[in-house]
């Protein structure tokens, strides 16, 4: 068959099958999912043929053809930057802190003065302690590959990070060994669900006890509780604009995780509660059909 670069060849009959990925490829067009099977082939797609890719295209109506899929993929080098950008960032304000105190420590004569410089440097050097260390597990090997992970270690590292005057932590994770992507993805939503309430609040942490499958949920409370507007598109690896930088990296690299775990992740806001879930995608696009179903019935 004659080709247009790898696209559908332009004479010659056309399978259906093989012309309909062509086109999807070539215009990164998706078919919309309300429109009955009908608009899209009269019969089973694999007895139809095409003289030409005209005959083709007329066959589908304009309407059944929804708006473009954007297509973004981050290149390993540019993930791996934004991430320890990330990180860095995280640990520099602590470490700023300590750097600070030791001056004092160096140039203050008045014992007071000291006594202040020394608790400022334990508690920053806490704060860049309790930061690495989650870090670690959310973003690092944290073992070899296929590494299990005791959630015991993740409550610890997440109580240390955000459990303070302002934010209590319920964790009802049961304690087993998980494998280490399960736990990086709980971690990071666990730090989608802080940023959710940033006056503190409660953060209700819980999951099933089966590691196969696994659902994770994550209420976060609190006065003024709301996800930013982009988050579900960065979860979905649909960034606004094309772009994600270092303080977008996170969610992105969650959004990443609960597909290599074979999980999808939805988020529901409502006023004081932000729920975020990841269940198997299967059940996600089930729901999803169901909802679709009881709209238009």
């Known amino acids: 068959m004659p080709s247009d670069g790898g696209g559908i060849g332009e004479t010659g009959p056309i399978l259906i099958e093989d012309a309909w990925r062509s086109l999807l490829r070539q215009r990164s067009l998706r078919p919309r999912q309300d429109r009955p099977a009908t608009s899209r082939a009269a019969t089973d797609v694999s007895d139809l043929e095409f003289p030409t890719l005209k005959s083709f295209i007329r066959h589908f109506d304009g309407s059944c053809w929804d708006e473009p899929m954007t297509h973004f993929a981050l290149e390993s080098l540019d993930l791996a930057a934004l991430l320890a950008s990330r990180v860095c960032h995280d640990a520099i304000s602590p470490v700023g802190a300590i750097i600070n105190g030791l001056e004092v420590l160096d140039e203050e004569k008045d014992g007071e003065?000291?006594?202040?410089?020394?608790?400022?440097?334990?508690?920053?050097a806490s704060e860049a302690s309790?930061?690495?260390?989650?870090?670690?597990?959310?973003?690092?090997?944290?073992?070899?590959?296929?590494a299990a992970i005791d959630t015991g270690d993740a409550e610890h590292v997440t109580r240390q990070l955000l459990a303070d005057d302002r934010t209590q932590l319920l964790w009802s994770v049961p304690h087993v060994l998980m494998s280490k992507n399960k736990v990086k993805l709980l971690l990071n939503l666990c730090l989608i669900a802080d940023a959710a309430i940033a006056r503190g609040g409660v953060i209700a942490v819980s999951s099933t006890d089966e590691e196969e499958p696994i659902a994770i949920r994550i209420e976060a409370r609190g006065a003024n509780a709301r996800v930013g507007a982009n988050v579900a598109a960065l979860l979905e690896g649909r960034p606004q604009d094309g772009v994600?930088?270092?303080r977008s990296i996170q969610i992105y690299y969650a959004g990443l995780v609960a597909r290599s775990c074979g999980l999808s992740v939805s988020i529901s806001a409502s006023p004081e509660l932000v729920v975020i879930e990841a269940k198997p995608a299967d059940v996600e696009r089930s729901r999803a059909h169901d909802e679709q179903t009881s709209a238009v019935a």
């Open 244 to 246: 994600v930088d270092a």
């Open 113 to 124: 003065m000291r006594g202040h410089a020394l608790a400022l440097i334990k508690s920053s």
């Open 130 to 146: 309790a930061r690495l260390q989650f870090c670690r597990l959310a973003f690092g090997a944290a073992g070899s590959k296929g």
